[in-house]
Each structure stands twice: as structure tokens, then as C-alpha cells.
């Protein structure tokens, strides 16, 4: 199972395209309301999530979690205890913790980027406390993998999708999505 999380003032490109590509790849994956029933992104798009934070289940069927950036989303997310929570529970049970522009700087105050590689949007380099720096639009490093900014949400996308399946699949994807 993946749970992209969704607080108030998220991103909606860092999102809904990796939500949108995960079920391309037949992979389960659900959008998780962390500021109410109806979540409105940074641009004023509303969504109503599959589930509420209190309804996901912290077990063995937990793959992977997503923290799209976007202000003040990850402020939001940062902010939220039961968030703080099952970024917890997927770094010591060895789960995939994918964060996208603001949000990996809440993975490096957390100290969870010490020793990785990592990206980010520009700007927000300082907040990877203890990571290696690499300005690309991915950057994955064992269980963590990190993306730029809206405009990397596709290519950020597919790397959950190849992690989550395989090559083949992401690959696949890239070509019926027409990516290059």
C-alpha cells in the first residue's frame, strides 16, 4: 500500500501525478486527507481523499508514503503528529519515504537524509541536514527518494513506479505517457 498524504496547500502536480501513475502501474495507492474530508491545494484545486490519516493502518502491507511539498502543505504536514508518526514507522521499518520540493526538508529535520542523496526545490537545501546535495529532478538513495518540484512530478512518478513494480513497467509507463 502507498498513502500519498494530502494537507492543506499541497502541491497538486506532486500529488495527483505520481497518484495518477502508481494506478497506472496496478499499484494500490491512496490519497490520505490530513486536514479534512476535502483538502485544498496550494492553487485553490479541491480533493477529496480516499481515506483519513486516523484510518491507515501502520503494518506490513505499508509500502511506501509520499509528502508532496507545496506551502504552506508542508508546513501542514510537518505540523501534523500522526504525520510525524508514520514517517517514524516507515524509517524503522524499513518503508519507502518519497518527499517531493518543500517536503524532503521535513525528512532532513527529522535527520533521516544524513549520509543520502538527496534533491529539493532551490532554496530549501539548507533544511537537508546531513545529506548529499544533487541537483536533479530525482535523486533516490536506498528507501528515500526525493524530487525537485512540480515539474519533475512525472519523472518523480514513474521512479515510485519502478520502485514499486519494476524497470519494465516504469518504462512502459514512460512510453505510453510520452516522456522521453
Same mark, same amino acid.
Given at each position: 500500500?502507498?498513502?500519498?498524504?494530502?494537507?492543506?496547500?499541497?502541491?497538486e502536480?506532486?500529488?495527483?501525478?505520481?497518484t495518477?501513475?502508481?494506478?497506472?502501474?496496478? !499499484?494500490?495507492v +491512496? $490519497?490520505?486527507?490530513? $486536514?479534512?474530508?476535502?483538502?485544498s491545494s496550494? #492553487?485553490?484545486?479541491? !480533493?477529496?481523499?480516499?481515506?483519513?490519516?486516523?484510518?491507515?493502518?501502520l503494518?506490513?502491507?505499508?509500502?511506501?508514503? !509520499?509528502l508532496p511539498?507545496?506551502m504552506?502543505?508542508?508546513?501542514?504536514?510537518?505540523?501534523?503528529?500522526? !504525520?510525524? +508518526?508514520?514517517?517514524?514507522?516507515? *524509517?524503522?521499518n524499513?518503508?519507502?519515504i518519497?518527499?517531493?520540493?518543500?517536503?524532503? *526538508?521535513?525528512?532532513g #529535520?527529522?535527520g533521516?537524509l544524513?549520509? +543520502?542523496?538527496?534533491?529539493?526545490?532551490?532554496?530549501?537545501?539548507?533544511?537537508?541536514?546531513?545529506?548529499?546535495?544533487?541537483?536533479s529532478?530525482v535523486?533516490?538513495?536506498?528507501?528515500?527518494?526525493?524530487?525537485?518540484?512540480?515539474?519533475? *512530478?512525472i519523472?518523480?512518478?514513474?521512479?515510485?513506479?519502478?520502485?514499486?513494480?519494476?524497470?519494465?513497467?516504469a518504462? #512502459?509507463?514512460?512510453?505510453?505517457?510520452?516522456?522521453?
Amino acid at each position: 500500500m502507498v498513502y500519498v498524504f494530502l494537507a492543506t496547500g499541497f502541491e497538486e502536480m506532486e500529488a495527483l501525478a505520481p497518484t495518477d501513475i502508481l494506478r497506472r502501474a496496478k !499499484v494500490d495507492v +491512496k $490519497t490520505v486527507g490530513v $486536514t479534512g474530508s476535502v483538502v485544498s491545494s496550494s #492553487h485553490g484545486v479541491t !480533493v477529496s481523499p480516499d481515506l483519513f490519516i486516523d484510518d491507515i493502518k501502520l503494518d506490513e502491507n505499508l509500502d511506501m508514503i !509520499v509528502l508532496p511539498g507545496g506551502m504552506p502543505g508542508t508546513l501542514n504536514l510537518e505540523g501534523n503528529d500522526k !504525520v510525524q +508518526k508514520v514517517v517514524d514507522y516507515c *524509517s524503522e521499518n524499513d518503508k519507502f519515504i518519497a518527499a517531493i520540493c518543500a517536503a524532503p *526538508s521535513i525528512l532532513g #529535520h527529522k535527520g533521516l537524509l544524513k549520509g +543520502k542523496k538527496a534533491t529539493c526545490f532551490p532554496g530549501f537545501e539548507k533544511d537537508l541536514d546531513g545529506a548529499e546535495f544533487v541537483d536533479s529532478l530525482v535523486a533516490a538513495d536506498g528507501k528515500i527518494i526525493t524530487g525537485k518540484g512540480a515539474g519533475a *512530478s512525472i519523472e518523480f512518478g514513474l521512479k515510485l513506479a519502478e520502485v514499486m513494480t519494476s524497470p519494465e513497467v516504469a518504462a #512502459h509507463l514512460r512510453s505510453s505517457l510520452q516522456c522521453r
